[in-house]
Structures are given as structure tokens and as C-alpha cells.
T-cell receptor, first 115, second 117 residues
Framework: GDSVTQKQGQVTLSEDDFLFINCTYS??????LLWYVQYLGQGPQLLLK?????NKGISRGFEATYDKGTTSFHLQKASVQESDSAVYFC??????????????FGAGTKLTIKP | NAGVIQTPRHKVTGKGQEATLWCEPI?????VFWYRQTIVQGLEFLTY????????DSGMPKERFSAQMPNQSHSTLKIQSTQPQDSAVYLC???????????????FGPGTRLLVL
């Protein structure tokens, strides 16, 4: 079955630091890759998605490149702010003939930004 | 747009009691998903509906858990004879569900935090 690996359970940075969160995936399909962000007390919300291999997704200063060769979809941001503190989930959705399918999530990375 | 609505936000039950969780999807969305979130297991898929019909319940525990979608405006997740290991945040998500394999965004509700004592 599909799987997503995020090994960094927690990351602590200072404001204006560079952020890099590792994500690798395994699937036999042609997936859409996603990053979701979850703030305290809320459900996950989509941060960015990429549907095509070797393309890049960019949103709110975050970016991730769908690298089919290395099966990776790392998240990065040049300069983090305190408001970026949240839990970040890498995820994939398989390509379906019709409509949507279930999301497979990674374990999540808790990001804490010190002011 | 109020987003996905889930009620109650918090529920405490005693072991062996029944719990029913409610989800109201975004108006016009034809796909509804249920996920469960725990510290140990993370975010896990439970089941989903398309145009009110059950499509995939491969993540549902075989006993005690059931889900229904009686109309396009709400879905329920019922847990019979709740056990402490059922304690989790139960998340509902909805999306458009268009033909052509397009991956429409799944929008999540805030979740129902279930605690079984």
C-alpha cells in the first residue's frame, strides 16, 4: 500500500531561520503530493499540492518539489516566522479514474519557532 | 462559507456507552471522508462516501464502528460499546468529486475530541 515517511518529529527554529522538512513516499500509483498544516485546536488545512512529477508547489512562502526520481517531496521556507508554528503533514492521494480518494499522511513534524 | 461543521467538539463517554459524531460537509461537496487522529497512530483514514454512497470503508474497525450518510448535508460516525482505545480526535473532510481524476482539495473540519473513560 501507499506510505509516507517523515522522520523529523519535532523541529525548533528561531525567527528568520531556514526551514527544511524531509518527506519521502512510496506508492505504485501516480499520486498527487500534499503538505497539510494543522494549528492547535483545528483540523488540517491544505498548504500546497503538486499533481505532476518534477513540478514545484509554492504557497505562503513555502515550497516543495515533487521529485519522482528520489520519491521525495521536502518542504522548505527561506525565513520562518513565529506564526508558522504548527504541525506539518506530508501526504499523498493516489490518482483515480474518477473523483477523489483517501489521503495517506506522514507522521507529522511539529514546528516551533522561538521569537 | 462556514466550512465543514462537526458536532460535538468534545465528547466524554463511559466505557461501554455509544457515541455518535456528526459532520456537515461544505455545501455542494459530494465526497465526505472520516479520519481518526491519535498521538500513536497519527492521521488514519476510516471511510468515505461519494454522493451519499459508501465507497471505501477499509480503515474502519470491523466491530463497533459504523458510518452513514442519509442525505447530502450530513454524515454520522457511530461507535458502539466504546472502549478507552477509541479515544481520539475524529476528523471529517469534504471535497468536490469531479470526473477526470482531478484531485480536489479535501477540507477538514475542526474534529470531535472523544474521550472514553
Amino acid at each position: 500500500g501507499d506510505s509516507v515517511t517523515q522522520k523529523q518529529g519535532q523541529v525548533t527554529l528561531s525567527e528568520d531561520d531556514f526551514l527544511f522538512i524531509n518527506c519521502t513516499y512510496s506508492t505504485t500509483t501516480y499520486p498527487t503530493l500534499l503538505w497539510y498544516v494543522q494549528y492547535l485546536g483545528q483540523g488540517p488545512q491544505l498548504l500546497l499540492k503538486v499533481t505532476t512529477a518534477n513540478n514545484k508547489g509554492i504557497s505562503r512562502g513555502f515550497e516543495a518539489t515533487y521529485d519522482k526520481g528520489t520519491t521525495s517531496f521536502h518542504l522548505q521556507k527561506a525565513s520562518v516566522q513565529e506564526s508558522d508554528s504548527a504541525v506539518y503533514f506530508c501526504a499523498l492521494v493516489p490518482l483515480a479514474n474518477y473523483g477523489n480518494e483517501k489521503i495517506t499522511f506522514g507522521a507529522g513534524t511539529k514546528l516551533t519557532i522561538k521569537p | 462559507n462556514a466550512g465543514v461543521i462537526q458536532t460535538p467538539r468534545h465528547k466524554v463517554t463511559g466505557k461501554g456507552q455509544e457515541a455518535t459524531l456528526w459532520c456537515e460537509p461544505i455545501s455542494g461537496h459530494s465526497a465526505v471522508f472520516w479520519y481518526r487522529q491519535t498521538i500513536v497512530q497519527g492521521l488514519e483514514f476510516l471511510t468515505y462516501f461519494r454522493n451519499q454512497a459508501p465507497i471505501d470503508d477499509s480503515g474502519m474497525p470491523k466491530e463497533r464502528f459504523s458510518a452513514q450518510m442519509p442525505n447530502q448535508s450530513h454524515s454520522t460516525l457511530k461507535i458502539q460499546s466504546t472502549q478507552p482505545q477509541d479515544s481520539a480526535v475524529y476528523l471529517c473532510a469534504s471535497s468536490l468529486d469531479r470526473a477526470g481524476g482531478a484531485q480536489d482539495t479535501q477540507y477538514f473540519g475542526p474534529g470531535t475530541r472523544l474521550l472514553v473513560l
